[in-house]
């Protein structure tokens, strides 16, 4: 069995590129950097940086472009390719590369650049009401709909 995939969360280095192919299909191409903290074994605190391209396909990279901007969160599903090409002056070139099948957008910043929404949700005006739920000898196998 093999497995190609690749799940990663990181920020927009720059803008997305929109393009379309010949056949009028989407493109999108932006990159992507992950951080990476560790302590070396003399116990000093680093961090490294692993810049990803990405490249997403059809109306997935329509939203793409349009949403996200450089230093954006995005989280990326897919699967890794490499691409090769002969250049103009004869030497061959590689490009590995993401291809997005999955793109899921990070929380919208506001305009001074911190999180506009906490992630914290207001409960509902009922919730402090407690549910009723039937005793277990009022359920019967015929009850469930499956």
């Known amino acids: ?4 995939k690749a799940l ?29 903290h560790y302590t070396d074994k003399d116990g000093n605190k680093q961090e490294d940086t692993d810049y ?34 002969e250049g103009d002056d004869g030497t061959m070139n590689y490009r590995t590369e993401i291809v997005a099948n999955r793109v899921q957008f990070g929380p919208r910043s506001g305009a001074s650049g911190e999180v506009a929404d906490s992630g914290q949700q207001t409960p509902p005006e009922n919730a402090d009401q407690e549910i009723d739920y039937p005793d277990d000898e009022d359920i019967t196998p015929e009850d469930i709909p499956f």
């Open 52 to 85: 990803h391209n990405i490249v997403v396909f059809g109306r997935q990279a329509e939203t793409t472009a349009q949403y996200l901007s450089k230093g954006s969160m995005a989280l990326i599903e897919g699967r890794i390719q490499t691409r090769s090409w």
């Open 1 to 4: 069995m093999y497995l190609n």
């Open 8 to 36: 990663i969360v990181g920020n927009l280095t720059e803008d997305p590129e929109l393009k379309s192919l010949p056949s009028g299909t989407a493109v999108c191409n932006f990159s992507l950097a992950t951080n990476r």
